[in-house]
């Protein structure tokens, strides 16, 4: 059941993460880059993980997910900030890349021994996944408040773009929900939202339609990841209540009506007030 569970959280991980790219390049960096970070690969990680290492492995393992959400919105945040500093630059998208994969790993072993600290006080895993929604909530609100330009992308991203998106994203979650079977139920959390899908949509986005289309969608990006962390809070208590399949559907509605779809509606309303008030 170990090994059947990871091809299987993988292969269909890789196969919901390509679509990504294309909703940003389809509809836009609002519309794509919101919805098209509404839970998916966390969904089969968290099957998976329940099925490697049962109910205490799947509550430790997601504890840490929205700490690991406000890691990758610091990620895309770089995506913002990295790439006025290297414009002048014809390996502007090595660095920007190099740099936001660098905050992305010095931060996430900060956080897992933070986590680790809090975890010895007898703070509860619940509570730390709270905490880290908390945290989450404040960063990515604060990146939206001043929306970027969010056009639709005007190229086609490559067969071999998509396909190697795709790979990244099953490689990240199979590699996770392994480490959960092997009793590091920490380390797969972290591992289980490793930024597979949004590097390989930035530098996807970058090289097909230049450094513009990626910035518009990180913002969003970084707002519909939230929903990941949602995600997390609920299934650490659906899945065992209600088993693999009731159990990840209540908490993928929960995450999708409770915050994807507000968090569109109102993302929208700012960039219509924002495009409004342009002269």
Same mark, same amino acid.
């Given at each position: 059941?170990? &090994?059947?569970?990871? *091809? %299987? ?20 960096? *609002?519309?794509?880059?919101? *919805? +098209? ?9 968290a099957? +998976? ?23 990758n ?6 995506? &913002?900030? /990295? ?17 936001? $994969?660098? $905050?992305?790993? #010095? /931060? ?21 996944? =709270?905490? +880290? %929604? ?6 990515v ?14 190229? *086609?991203?490559?067969?071999?773009v998509l ?17 959960? +079977?092997l009793?590091?139920? =920490?380390?797969?959390?972290l591992?289980?939202? %490793? ?32 929903? #990941? ?26 995450? #999708?009506?409770g ?5 569109? =509606? ?11 008030? $342009?002269p």
């Amino acid at each position: 059941m170990g &090994l059947t569970s990871i *091809l %299987f959280s993988a292969l269909f991980a890789g196969i919901v993460a390509t679509a990504v790219t294309v909703a940003i390049e389809k509809w836009g960096g *609002l519309v794509g880059g919101l *919805l +098209g970070t509404a839970p998916s690969t966390i969904v089969p990680a968290a099957i +998976g993980m329940y099925l490697a290492g049962g109910e205490a492995a799947l509550i430790s393992s997601m504890s840490v997910v929205p700490f690991g959400m406000l890691l990758n919105a610091l990620f895309l945040g770089a995506w &913002l900030v /990295l790439p006025r500093w290297f414009e002048n630059s014809p390996r502007a998208l090595l660095w920007t890349a190099s740099g936001a $994969l660098m $905050l992305w790993t #010095v /931060l996430g072993l900060t956080m897992l021994w933070a986590v680790e600290q809090m975890l010895l006080p007898a703070m509860t895993e619940r509570a730390i996944a =709270l905490l +880290g %929604f908390a945290a989450l909530f404040v960063v990515v609100v604060a990146f939206n408040t001043r929306p970027q330009p969010a056009p639709k992308g005007t190229k *086609l991203v490559s067969k071999q773009v998509l396909v190697a998106r795709g790979s990244m994203a099953a490689l990240a979650i199979g590699v996770a929900v392994w480490l959960s +079977g092997l009793g590091e139920p =920490l380390l797969a959390g972290l591992a289980s939202v %490793f930024p597979a899908i949004f590097l390989t949509s930035m530098v996807a986005l970058w090289l097909a339609q230049g450094p513009t289309v990626p910035r518009g969608a990180a913002g969003p990006m970084m707002l519909g990841g939230a929903s #990941v962390a949602v995600f997390a809070n609920v299934v650490m208590w659906s899945l065992p209540a209600y088993g693999v399949l009731l159990g990840s559907l209540i908490a993928w509605l929960l995450s #999708v009506l409770g915050w994807s779809l507000p968090a569109f =509606l109102v993302l929208r309303k700012v960039h219509a007030k924002s495009t409004a008030a $342009l002269p």
